[in-house]
């Protein structure tokens, strides 16, 4: 079909007096550029002026790219202002519609463009309506309806770029194809948008590539580095690659822990694209991947995805070929993981493609053959790798319509196989269930709530535990299997899903041949057992009369706070108690934690919960106590006298325990993991709302008094360089009252060495002695639970030996060493396994007795008394709840602490050894940090008086 003039007449002088007003400033520009100009010796490989869409023909009426951004596209990268200035200058164009769907922490906008021939801009609502119907068939009247749809509708691709904001090309490539579809005179260009609806999120964050241009700006001269090495290519700590709390956004795409994510899936939710495609880069050695990736794929995936894969496949080879460029397929990138964007992408049945070009840094490079690589070609691979893609959707637009509709009607079937309904019951942590629930909502899953109690049948919930009949009450979420989002609710909410028999032998080939896994990311992500909430599934589909779920604004927790009471109390069950216990303790208000349950009124409060007495505050309590609420959402409740209506304490005793105002340092700059120090700052900072310091290394050193908690994330690398200079400064501080909290690596390097710190051990260095651990294990498990027989006591005198307590015997022929070596090749890959709670202890309160645990790497922990572990990994045989958990990984994990904590003279250390708050999103294990910050200074350590 012809297309007529790109741009309206009367739009024209609007769009010249817009050029007038940029040319000025460009001019500027340039002249200040020339002292970075490249010097003219330099050999020509420097420059790579190959046009990118050679045969373009474009609209002259239309800005160029390189008239908006001042510098040749592909010359340098474009940052978040330039490439905003290009779209909103082709967003004049009747081709192209602009949109925000979000802002990023830093408050830059996040857009996608909306690109279609006028024609199809004219009636935008009705195609967006008539493939939601495809996507969701109920609202199909007829199967003609369908064929209409799929013979009269364009087929939507999303294209998403630069998710790692160090990973430069996808965006500027974005620009280069918006202006190529935009301002291309060409036939079968308006052909091409007469077929399709593309819409381009040409910055899928902003925030870490404004961050990495920043940085290797700094590093650039008059002459180019090609030194891969050099700054002016690597930048520094933390890089670009996470956005602003240095979450990895190709991670997030199932948790929705950022803006940027929660945006961009509505987007989709709302567009139902048939094409998802996302723009990275990879090693500066490398040449060029796209799909079909390789096993193991996620069960949910859709068979009719590998037919697609290799239809695009064979079109972007070819387009590569045409320059003879480098590429491959079927290496390195996995498909079991669904939150990246081409797997996420998939889960909504759409064909999910990754593009991974050679990184350059955004200048040009030399690579190991000698070859040099520009910024400009690995912008046009990706260029060329958007047209190919988007070509081969538009030639095959009603084929794909075809299976799309296909995926979904397969979705809407019965599916005996799986699990078909998942239960959450409302327990009391309502918070936390709702953001469980938001987070599965923003993604297009159907959520009902019962309305009536009703019993289920042949449940199993996240312990693994199975149950023949349960009764639930109204107000239970359930989330059918059988809506038109099946794969995605399967890929987000199955406990247990399972690699194939196929992928499973060869990866047990390449650990023992080679000594690596070929899993790409974690094993297991099961969101509730992440949020730590109690759930389960039957295989036969649960039917109550329901409600659709909706989402609630945050209440202030909706209890009148009475003025003259004895008391007042917040339980510790609900989330909101984090927020409110920073709150309060920010505000000077005097709080204190119970060490055993109570009841206000009646209602029974949990360890944990806040108890705040009024003749220990000032007069303005109520005052706080009203903006505690507010800003928590937690209900506040008033004891009107200190006496206890039963045999619990009464409350102006001894049980209940003064808190201190936390003054938190949290470590941060290089070396520290960015993905481990930003999961906690997030934790503290959004989560809790607390105010921290972060500190740098070169601190450490100084004066510590002023904090009185100190946070040691994981880090890059060794941790020795980090703590020799620091070590003794930081023993002082401890003893003088301070909370150590060390993850990961660096909690591993205490427990490796007479630090003075801890005497964890991990269990490498002590192969020797795990008898002794073994015992101590299960002396632990055993205290306070000794029956008492009075007749063994008083007549006849008989010891009571906890079973498991004698288990110091060789393990196999091997010796213990080489054995201990053999298993740690199965280490675990991001498995989720049970842990068992101490709940007497303060750092555990708010906890279950058992949760799921998220687990990656080959620490493992040792602990005896007087260490004490209120957190421990089961044991091997009943451990593995989600993932692959080899049973040599299990038998060197089992019975082992996840935390420890030892007092030490006024202080205490505390050893993590995982991420508490992996991603973000393991809300589960989270409260254990937050625990160890707002509880651990006043339970934990000795204070001075005031
Ligand atoms: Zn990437």
């Given at each position: 079909?012809?297309?007529p003039?790109?741009?309206?007449?009367?739009?024209?002088v609007?769009?010249?007096?817009m050029?007038?007003?940029?040319i000025?400033?460009?001019?500027?520009?340039?002249?200040a550029?020339?002292?970075?100009?490249e010097?003219?010796?330099l050999?020509?490989?420097?420059?790579?002026?190959k046009?990118?869409?050679?045969?373009?023909?474009?609209?002259e009426?239309?800005?160029?790219?390189?008239?908006?951004?001042?510098?040749?596209l592909?010359?340098?990268?474009?940052?978040?202002?330039?490439?905003?200035?290009?779209?909103?200058?082709?967003?004049?164009?009747e081709?192209?519609?602009?949109?925000?769907h979000?802002?990023?922490?830093?408050?830059?906008?996040?857009?996608?463009?909306?690109?279609?021939?006028?024609?199809?801009?004219?009636r935008?609502?009705?195609?967006?309506?008539?493939?939601?119907?495809l996507?969701?068939?109920?609202?199909?009247?007829?199967?003609?309806?369908?064929?209409?749809?799929?013979?009269?509708?364009?087929?939507?691709?999303?294209l998403?770029?630069?998710?790692?904001?160090?990973?430069?090309s996808?965006?500027?490539?974005?620009?280069?194809?918006?202006?190529?579809?935009?301002?291309s005179r060409?036939?079968?260009?308006?052909?091409?948008l007469?077929?399709?609806?593309v819409?381009?999120?040409?910055?899928?964050?902003?925030?870490?590539?404004?961050?990495?241009?920043?940085?290797?700006?700094?590093?650039?001269?008059?002459?180019p580095?090609?030194?891969?090495?050099?700054?002016q290519?690597?930048?520094?700590?933390?890089?670009?690659r996470?956005?602003?709390?240095?979450?990895?956004?190709n991670?997030?795409w199932?948790l929705?822990?950022?803006p940027?994510t929660?945006?961009?899936?509505?987007?989709?939710?709302?567009?139902?694209p048939?094409?998802?495609t996302?723009?990275?880069?990879m090693g500066?050695?490398?040449?060029y991947?796209?799909?079909?990736?390789?096993?193991?794929?996620?069960?949910?995936?859709?068979?009719?995805?590998?037919?697609?894969?290799?239809?695009?496949?064979?079109?972007?080879?070819?387009?590569?070929?045409?320059?003879?460029?480098?590429?491959?397929?079927?290496?390195?990138?996995?498909?079991?993981y669904?939150?990246y964007?081409?797997?996420?992408?998939?889960?909504?049945s759409?064909?999910?493609?990754?593009?991974?070009?050679?990184g350059?840094?955004g200048?040009p490079?030399r690579?190991?053959?000698?070859?040099?690589?520009?910024?400009?070609?690995?912008?046009?691979?990706?260029?060329?790798?958007?047209?190919?893609?988007?070509?081969?959707?538009?030639?095959?637009?009603?084929?794909?319509?075809?299976?799309?509709?296909?995926?979904k009607?397969a979705a809407?079937?019965?599916?005996?196989?799986?699990p078909?309904?998942?239960?959450?019951?409302?327990g009391?942590?309502?918070?936390?269930?709702?953001?469980l629930?938001?987070?599965?909502?923003?993604?297009?899953?159907?959520?009902?709530v019962a309305t009536?109690a009703?019993?289920?049948?042949?449940?199993?919930?996240?312990?693994?535990?199975?149950?023949?009949?349960?009764d639930?009450?109204?107000?239970?979420?359930?989330?059918q299997?059988r809506?038109?989002?099946?794969?995605?609710?399967?890929?987000?909410?199955?406990?247990?899903?399972?690699m194939?028999?196929?992928?499973l032998?060869?990866?047990r080939?390449?650990?023992?041949?080679?000594?690596r896994s070929?899993?790409?990311?974690?094993t297991?992500?099961?969101?509730?057992?992440?949020?730590g909430?109690?759930?389960?599934?039957?295989?036969?589909?649960?039917h109550?009369?329901?409600?659709?779920?909706?989402?609630?604004?945050?209440?202030?927790?909706?209890?009148?706070?009475?003025?003259?009471?004895?008391?007042?109390?917040i339980?510790?069950?609900?989330?909101s108690?984090?927020?409110?216990?920073?709150?309060?303790l920010?505000?000077?208000?005097?709080?204190?934690?119970?060490?055993?349950?109570?009841?206000?009124?009646?209602?029974?409060?949990?360890?944990?919960?806040?108890?705040?007495?009024?003749?220990?505050?000032?007069?303005d309590?109520t005052?706080?106590?009203r903006?505690a609420?507010?800003?928590?959402?937690?209900?506040?409740?008033?004891?009107?006298?200190?006496?206890s209506?039963?045999d619990?304490p009464?409350?102006?005793g001894?049980?209940?325990?003064?808190?201190?105002?936390?003054?938190?340092?949290?470590?941060?700059?290089?070396?520290?993991?960015?993905?481990?120090?930003?999961?906690?700052w997030?934790?503290?900072?959004?989560d809790?709302?607390?105010?921290?310091?972060?500190?740098?290394?070169?601190?450490?050193?100084?004066?510590?008094?002023?904090y009185?908690?100190?946070?040691?994330?994981?880090?890059?690398?060794?941790a020795?360089r980090?703590?020799?200079?620091?070590?003794?400064s930081?023993?002082?501080?401890?003893?003088?009252?301070?909370?150590?909290?060390?993850?990961?690596?660096?909690a591993?390097k205490l427990?490796r060495?007479?630090?003075?710190?801890?005497?964890?051990?991990?269990?490498?260095?002590?192969?020797?002695?795990?008898?002794?651990?073994?015992?101590?294990?299960?002396?632990?498990?055993?205290?306070?639970?000794?029956?008492?027989?009075?007749?063994?006591?008083?007549d006849?005198?008989?010891?009571?030996?906890?079973?498991?307590?004698?288990?110091?015997?060789?393990?196999?022929?091997l010796?213990?060493?080489?054995?201990?070596?053999?298993r740690?090749?199965?280490s675990?890959?991001?498995?989720i396994?049970?842990?068992r709670?101490?709940?007497?202890?303060?750092l555990?309160?708010?906890l279950?007795?058992?949760?799921?645990?998220?687990?990656?790497?080959?620490n493992?922990f040792?602990?005896?008394?007087?260490?004490?572990?209120p957190?421990r990994?089961?044991?091997?045989?009943?451990?593995?709840l989600?993932?692959?958990?080899?049973?040599?990984?299990?038998?060197r994990?089992?019975?082992?602490?996840?935390v420890?904590?030892e007092?030490?003279?006024?202080?205490?250390?505390?050893?993590l050894?995982?991420?508490?708050?992996?991603?973000?999103?393991?809300?589960?294990?989270?409260r254990?940090?937050?625990?160890?910050?707002?509880?651990?200074?006043?339970?934990?350590?000795?204070?001075?008086?005031?």
């Amino acid at each position: 079909m012809r297309f007529p003039q790109a741009l309206h007449p009367a739009r024209a002088v609007v769009l010249a007096g817009m050029i007038l007003s940029i040319i000025p400033s460009l001019a500027s520009h340039a002249i200040a550029q020339t002292s970075l100009a490249e010097p003219a010796w330099l050999p020509s490989a420097y420059q790579y002026d190959k046009p990118i869409y050679p045969d373009a023909n474009y609209d002259e009426q239309i800005p160029a790219p390189k008239d908006l951004l001042g510098f040749p596209l592909g010359s340098r990268p474009a940052r978040h202002a330039q490439i905003e200035r290009c779209f909103q200058a082709w967003a004049k164009s009747e081709r192209l519609t602009l949109v925000t769907h979000g802002f990023t922490y830093e408050h830059r906008p996040l857009y996608h463009a909306i690109i279609t021939s006028p024609e199809n801009h004219a009636r935008i609502d009705a195609i967006r309506s008539a493939i939601g119907a495809l996507a969701d068939p109920r609202k199909l009247s007829s199967d003609a309806e369908a064929e209409r749809i799929i013979r009269q509708t364009p087929a939507i691709a999303w294209l998403g770029h630069s998710i790692h904001g160090d990973e430069l090309s996808g965006a500027d490539a974005a620009l280069a194809l918006a202006y190529y579809l935009v301002a291309s005179r060409r036939d079968d260009v308006a052909e091409l948008l007469d077929n399709l609806v593309v819409i381009i999120d040409p910055m899928l964050n902003p925030d870490g590539r404004d961050r990495f241009i920043t940085q290797t700006d700094e590093f650039q001269g008059t002459v180019p580095s090609l030194d891969t090495n050099s700054m002016q290519h690597a930048g520094r700590w933390p890089r670009g690659r996470t956005n602003h709390y240095y979450f990895d956004l190709n991670r997030d795409w199932i948790l929705g822990v950022n803006p940027e994510t929660r945006g961009r899936r509505a987007v989709i939710v709302r567009w139902n694209p048939q094409l998802v495609t996302d723009a990275h880069e990879m090693g500066s050695d490398d040449t060029y991947l796209f799909y079909p990736p390789r096993a193991p794929f996620n069960p949910n995936t859709s068979p009719l995805l590998h037919k697609w894969w290799k239809t695009f496949a064979d079109e972007q080879g070819a387009a590569f070929d045409a320059y003879g460029w480098s590429y491959y397929t079927r290496e390195w990138a996995d498909f079991w993981y669904p939150g990246y964007t081409d797997g996420w992408g998939a889960m909504q049945s759409a064909v999910g493609i990754l593009y991974e070009q050679a990184g350059t840094g955004g200048r040009p490079i030399r690579q190991s053959s000698g070859a040099i690589l520009t910024y400009r070609e690995a912008v046009h691979h990706h260029a060329v790798s958007s047209l190919s893609n988007i070509k081969t959707l538009a030639g095959h637009r009603r084929e794909v319509l075809q299976d799309f509709l296909a995926q979904k009607r397969a979705a809407l079937a019965a599916d005996d196989a799986r699990p078909a309904t998942f239960l959450f019951p409302p327990g009391p942590n309502t918070t936390r269930t709702r953001a469980l629930l938001d987070n599965l909502a923003n993604q297009g899953i159907e959520i009902e709530v019962a309305t009536s109690a009703f019993s289920a049948k042949n449940l199993t919930n996240t312990l693994g535990e199975t149950a023949e009949q349960r009764d639930f009450p109204a107000g239970t979420y359930l989330v059918q299997r059988r809506q038109p989002r099946a794969a995605l609710a399967g890929a987000l909410l199955d406990f247990d899903p399972r690699m194939s028999d196929e992928f499973l032998t060869s990866e047990r080939r390449e650990l023992e041949t080679r000594r690596r896994s070929r899993i790409y990311d974690i094993t297991a992500w099961c969101l509730p057992m992440a949020a730590g909430l109690e759930a389960y599934w039957t295989k036969k589909e649960v039917h109550v009369t329901h409600s659709a779920y909706a989402r609630a604004e945050r209440s202030d927790g909706g209890l009148p706070i009475t003025e003259h009471a004895y008391a007042y109390a917040i339980d510790s069950s609900d989330d909101s108690w984090e927020r409110a216990a920073a709150f309060l303790l920010q505000a000077g208000v005097k709080v204190r934690a119970a060490e055993r349950r109570f009841n206000v009124a009646d209602r029974s409060f949990p360890t944990g919960s806040l108890l705040i007495r009024a003749h220990e505050n000032d007069r303005d309590l109520t005052k706080r106590l009203r903006q505690a609420a507010e800003f928590s959402g937690a209900a506040v409740y008033s004891a009107a006298t200190a006496r206890s209506s039963d045999d619990t304490p009464d409350l102006g005793g001894q049980h209940f325990l003064l808190l201190e105002r936390p003054r938190v340092a949290l470590l941060s700059g290089s070396p520290t993991s960015t993905n481990s120090m930003g999961s906690l700052w997030h934790a503290f900072d959004q989560d809790l709302g607390l105010g921290i310091s972060l500190i740098d290394a070169a601190a450490l050193r100084g004066d510590l008094r002023r904090y009185n908690v100190i946070v040691l994330p994981s880090l890059f690398g060794s941790a020795e360089r980090l703590l020799a200079p620091v070590k003794s400064s930081l023993k002082q501080w401890v003893r003088g009252g301070g909370t150590l909290i060390a993850i990961g690596n660096v909690a591993a390097k205490l427990a490796r060495e007479d630090s003075g710190l801890s005497a964890v051990r991990l269990r490498r260095d002590m192969l020797d002695d795990l008898g002794k651990y073994a015992s101590a294990v299960a002396l632990e498990r055993q205290a306070g639970r000794t029956p008492v027989a009075p007749r063994q006591v008083w007549d006849t005198p008989t010891e009571h030996v906890p079973p498991g307590a004698n288990l110091d015997k060789p393990e196999t022929e091997l010796n213990a060493k080489a054995l201990d070596e053999w298993r740690r090749i199965f280490s675990p890959v991001g498995v989720i396994v049970r842990g068992r709670v101490n709940q007497d202890h303060w750092l555990a309160w708010g906890l279950p007795a058992e949760l799921p645990l998220h687990c990656s790497g080959n620490n493992v922990f040792l602990a005896k008394y007087p260490v004490q572990a209120p957190l421990r990994y089961a044991a091997p045989t009943e451990l593995r709840l989600s993932g692959l958990l080899w049973p040599e990984a299990g038998s060197r994990l089992g019975d082992s602490a996840y935390v420890t904590v030892e007092k030490l003279s006024r202080g205490q250390v505390l050893l993590l050894a995982q991420e508490p708050n992996f991603r973000g999103a393991w809300a589960g294990t989270r409260r254990l940090l937050i625990n160890a910050v707002l509880l651990g200074p006043g339970c934990g350590t000795s204070p001075p008086a005031p």
